[in-house]
């Protein structure tokens, strides 16, 4: 029995909802699809892609990931289109031949692309590359077939492919031999990716290869190489099996099977003349520091370095010590040559470190563009004083000043606008400053302490102005590439409230909520995030980021006036510190995102981002720097920032584009996916949607429905789409996206109907968004 099922490879696969949202932008360049034909010459017929078919004989699970293989093979791409259009391609007839014209010039040949005819398909060549690539996924006898589709000069060229039951993996033998590197080999092979059973699959075997070459070079194996490795095939076992020999080459090096302890490890801090015999300095690990200068103390190198003196090398240890070297920051090359040293007893490697230092001390200012995710914008300058290495040890002692005016941009009302000056000075010391010894095993690859002091003051214009002072002690650090962690044990950040103006003092009378968010912005307390991204690493086909932040104010003060000192709180009802009421709470926020590849330019960008914040003690109300906001650029784009919620809360008037310092919440929800795609050279579209709301834990005088229901919060969630174009200068993204509603919540979930060719829904619903960078 036969089966067959039929994948498309032409065009734009995996359309979302979100595509037809631009059915306006369809509309128009419907026409434009069309004449595209017209240009072609007699016999010519436009390749508009191809089609897999898989027939299977019998029970064949194909899974998607060999489909998805083949379609990578196929060869030409046919011309990219967005929904009925071939923009490029549409390009490219429209500007003729360039002659003396440079605008032609760079319409046809940067934003243009030629037509993929029938005749580029390479049908044979296509058949030859699907067959091998169905050999090295186990599919060893597979069979493949074409035949063309003609329409109205175009043309679709479908593959049908033939399956039997593929091949799999049998026995898996060590290689051969007593020598030390053979039986390190067998030993890696315990933990092998081949699993008998398993699809037999060429990828796999590369990939086992690979690892076995990361586990020799931790083991000491310097000079192996996983090209020395071989694989060996049989597959007359029966049964559709392939029995695999593991072999070392016959022409391997011999220091390829020598497994290397390190000698002298060298350390050459700044220029080093080989005539000169500089002093030498012996720290512990057998290292050797060559500082003429004595610009850097010792100790610090001892934490750097993760090479020691008669341990066998490793590559972690290696790529350990080049990252903490450049993570130092006073360093501007690092390079690490590893030299034979001839040894009748046991084979050594001679390190030596070459460092580059960069200049100490630096002054520097900086003019730049503010774009923020509550969609003020505007010139921004700061200046700075840094002294990189203040005590020898890489302390890094920066001054910082900074003044910034910003605006409210693609609002619709009376312009708001904001001025900034501040003050900020940071030491950072590469090692964590703690009053007992750390167990530092396994050694980090990063570790430092920062203490931070600065002042700033911030005046919104017919507002309010406010001061912050604000102290802070963190350390940070990783033990791997994917993972950071943060913490600083203490917070203290107090806040001033300036004049305001005659509604914002009108509004700090009436509420409760705004009156003690502002005033008690007292926060004494710690701090604990970490970030993970996979990106770093290398970017694959799927990628995850994932942020978590803990901030806790007030609880240690709060338990000692209440519980060991046995004070009273004051007529107002809470306890003090230097004559002010200090908050007490507990928040937490996190953002997940996912990214996945398409293929040809192509990604889908998700992400979950939730956050809760509990004042509860000292506190009735979460300090107002401190509670969640929505809408606007990096957020929910289809709104203004703080035009949102809470719940299903809606002002009497509606002042669009402008602060509601009301609308703000203790609960946070937003979901958002976004389909990237590439255009022309530097020019990138999107399609969007985002979802969200806040909401408040008690109910509000001020803000009737704000409160969170499980019952109910679904119904109160807004919900927003909208189309992009982001220009990649590689230093930098400019991104312009336009959204609009699709759900109030103030709506009772209601869809709102999409009018684009309505001049009045346009200017009431469709919202314009400036940012640098992607949203997320």
Not at 99 to 111: G, K, M, P, T, V
Not at 136 to 153: A, E, H, L, P, Y
Not at 249 to 275: C, H, M, Q, W
């Amino acid at each position: 029995m036969i089966k067959d099922k039929t994948y498309g490879t032409g065009g734009i696969r995996g359309w979302s909802i979100l595509q037809v949202l631009s059915l306006a932008f369809a509309m128009l360049v419907l026409g434009a699809g069309c004449s595209n034909m017209r240009y072609l010459g007699e016999d010519e017929y436009l390749y508009t892609g191809s089609s897999v078919k898989i027939e299977t004989e019998g029970e064949v699970a194909v899974e998607q990931q060999v489909v998805r293989e083949l379609e990578r093979v196929i060869r030409p791409q046919p011309n990219s289109r967005v929904l009925f259009w071939r923009p490029r391609l549409w390009f490219y007839n429209v500007a003729g031949e360039p002659e003396d014209s440079r605008i032609r010039y760079w319409l046809r040949n940067r934003l243009g692309r030629p037509p993929v005819l029938l005749e580029d398909a390479a049908v044979e060549r296509n058949i030859s590359l699907l067959e091998n690539r169905l050999y090295n996924m186990g599919f060893f006898d597979s069979r493949v077939r074409s035949d063309t589709t003609q329409k109205r000069r175009k043309a679709e060229v479908n593959y049908t492919v033939h399956l039997s039951r593929p091949y799999v993996f049998g026995k898996l033998h060590p290689p051969a031999g007593v020598c030390g590197a053979a039986e390190h080999i067998k030993e890696f092979m315990q933990e092998s990716l081949i699993e008998k059973g398993a699809r037999y699959s060429l990828e796999t075997l590369k990939k086992e290869r690979e690892r076995i070459d990361r586990q020799m070079r931790r083991k000491g194996y310097y000079f192996f190489h996983h090209d020395y490795l071989l694989f060996r095939a049989d597959s007359l076992a029966g049964r559709r099996s392939v029995d695999l020999y593991l072999t070392l080459k016959e022409d391997i090096p011999a220091s390829a099977t020598k497994r290397y302890k390190l000698g002298d490890i060298n350390v050459y801090a700044g220029s080093f003349d080989k005539e000169a015999t500089p002093d030498t300095l012996r720290l512990d690990g057998g290292i050797n520091l060559f500082d003429e200068g004595g610009y850097f103390r010792p100790a610090m190198f001892e934490k750097a370095i993760f090479l020691r003196e008669g341990d066998y090398y490793s590559y972690e240890n290696h790529r350990r010590t080049l990252s903490r070297l450049f993570a130092l920051g006073v360093f501007k090359f690092v390079n690490v040559r590893f030299t034979e040293i001839d040894e009748e007893e046991h084979p050594l490697l001679r390190a030596d470190i070459f460092l580059t230092p960069v200049r100490p001390r630096s002054l520097s200012g900086e003019l730049k563009g503010v774009s923020k995710s509550n969609n003020f914008a505007g010139p921004a300058g700061t200046a700075s004083l840094n002294n990189r290495n203040l005590m020898g040890g890489a302390e890094n002692l920066s001054l910082g000043f900074n003044v910034a005016y910003e605006t409210l941009i693609g609002g619709k009302s009376d312009p708001a606008s904001s001025r900034q000056l501040g003050m900020e000075s940071k030491l950072s010391v590469p090692r964590l400053l703690m009053p007992f010894k750390l167990n530092d095993r396994p050694p980090l690859m990063r570790s430092e302490t920062d203490i931070l002091l600065s002042f700033d003051f911030m005046s919104r214009t017919e507002a309010f102005n406010l001061s912050s002072a604000r102290v802070q002690y963190t350390y940070n650090w990783n033990r791997g590439d994917l993972w950071q962690h943060r913490l600083s044990p203490l917070v203290f950040n107090v806040f001033a409230l300036g004049s305001v103006s005659e509604n914002i003092e009108r509004v700090l009378i009436e509420s409760a909520f705004l009156r003690r968010g502002f005033f008690e912005q007292f926060i004494i307390g710690s701090q604990y995030g970490f970030v993970y991204n996979s990106q770093l690493e290398s970017a694959g086909s799927s990628d995850i980021y994932f942020s978590l932040n803990l901030d806790f104010s007030g609880n240690t003060p709060y338990a000692l006036l209440k519980y060991v000192l046995g004070v009273s709180p004051s007529d107002k009802g809470y306890y003090s510190l230097l004559g002010q009421g200090f908050s007490q709470y507990s928040r937490a926020e996190f953002d997940l995102r996912h990214y996945r590849q398409l293929g040809e330019g192509r990604k889908m960008a998700t992400r979950l981002a939730a956050g809760v914040g509990i004042p509860y003690g000292n506190s009735s109300y979460l300090p107002y720097m401190k509670t969640f906001s929505t809408g606007g650029t990096n957020s929910i784009r289809a709104f203004h920032p703080r035009t949102l919620g809470p719940g299903s809360y809606r002002p009497e008037e509606e002042l669009h584009g402008q602060q509601n310092i009301l609308r703000t919440g203790d609960v946070k929800l937003e979901v958002s996916a976004e389909y990237r795609f590439d255009m022309s050279g530097m020019f990138k579209g999107a399609l969007f949607t985002d979802a969200g709301n806040i909401w408040r834990l008690r109910e509000e005088e001020n803000t009737p429905g704000g409160k969170f229901q499980w019952d109910s919060f679904y119904r109160e969630i807004a919900v927003g789409a909208g189309t992009g174009l982001r220009v990649d200068a590689q230093f930098f993204l400019l991104r312009l996206d336009f959204a609009f509603p699709l759900i109030l919540p103030y709506d009772s979930g209601t869809i709102q109907p999409v009018r684009p060719f309505d001049k009045r829904w346009r200017r009431e619903n469709l919202i314009f968004n400036l940012g640098i960078g992607y949203p997320f």
